[in-house]
T-cell receptor, first 113, second 115 residues
Framework: DQQVKQNSPSLSVQEGRISILNCDYTNSMFDYFLWYKKYPAEGPTFLISISSIKDKNEDGRFTVFLNKSAKHLSLHIVPSQPGDSAVYFCAAKGSGAGNMLTFGGGTRLMVKP | KAGVTQTPRYLIKTRGQQVTLSCSPI?????VSWYQQTPGQGLQFLFEYFSETQRNKGNFPGRFSGRQFSNSRSEMNVSTLELGDSALYLCASSLRSGTVQETQYFGPGTRLLVL
């Protein structure tokens, strides 16, 4: 049972345009959501997070939106740069589960110059 | 501040052997979690240690174990290795455990190949 899903395995975007990566979850106990970026053979790098009490969080070019009723979150990257090309994972944490993260399967983003 | 470090970075073992991986968290961080990444199963939680106590355990067999030392450094051990244990093993650290907005920071991982 996949509690966190990223339905698009890959996404291709032109440099300068917006990249939108999506993530759906099923567990209503999740209360904190994170996005990580990962290059091959490296550990995930933290990008941005959002608490379930908010619906938007912004950090520079990165914005995360949370729609609790739809159990959906998205990461917007504006403008996209070739260096953003990587695999992006969304992760969720639930109350009472310590720091255990449940990850989605990842979306490979390719930003073309 | 130095990031999370993991040793060794690469390891080759044969079936039936055992292996120990090490993780040093960011200075001041007391929670260490371990994850396994494979092409088929993605990133999966193994266990979390906080103040030398296992706080959570994922759905892995008992061959996977870990411990944490008083300086917060952690080791994980896999006994009787199987081919399916070939994976990237990631360690993540955070300041506390159980608080809502607690972000984990990952190390570079240990790539284990079981032949």
């Amino acid at each position: 049972d996949q509690q966190v899903k990223q339905n698009s395995p890959s996404l291709s975007v032109q440099e300068g345009r917006i990249s939108i990566l999506n993530c759906d979850y099923t567990n209503s106990m999740f209360d904190y959501f994170l996005w990580y970026k990962k290059y091959p053979a490296e550990g995930p790098t933290f990008l941005i997070s959002i608490s379930s009490i908010k619906d938007k969080n912004e950090d520079g070019r990165f914005t995360v939106f949370l729609n609790k009723s739809a159990k959906h979150l998205s990461l917007h990257i504006v403008p996209s740069q070739p260096g953003d090309s990587a695999v992006y994972f969304c992760a969720a944490k639930g109350s009472g589960a310590g720091n255990m993260l449940t990850f989605g399967g990842g979306t490979r983003l390719m930003v073309k110059p | 501040k130095a990031g999370v470090t993991q040793t060794p970075r690469y390891l080759i073992k044969t079936r039936g052997q055992q292996v120990t991986l090490s993780c040093s968290p960011i200075s001041g961080h007391r929670s260490v979690s371990w994850y396994q990444q494979t092409p088929g199963q993605g990133l999966q939680f193994l266990f979390e240690y906080f103040s030398e106590t296992q706080r959570n355990k994922g759905n892995f067999p008992g061959r996977f174990s870990g411990r944490q030392f008083s300086n917060s450094r952690s080791e994980m051990n896999v006994s009787t290795l199987e081919l399916g244990d070939s994976a990237l093993y990631l360690c993540a650290s955070s300041l506390r455990s159980g608080t809502v907005q607690e972000t984990q920071y990952f190390g570079p991982g240990t790539r284990l190949l079981v032949l």
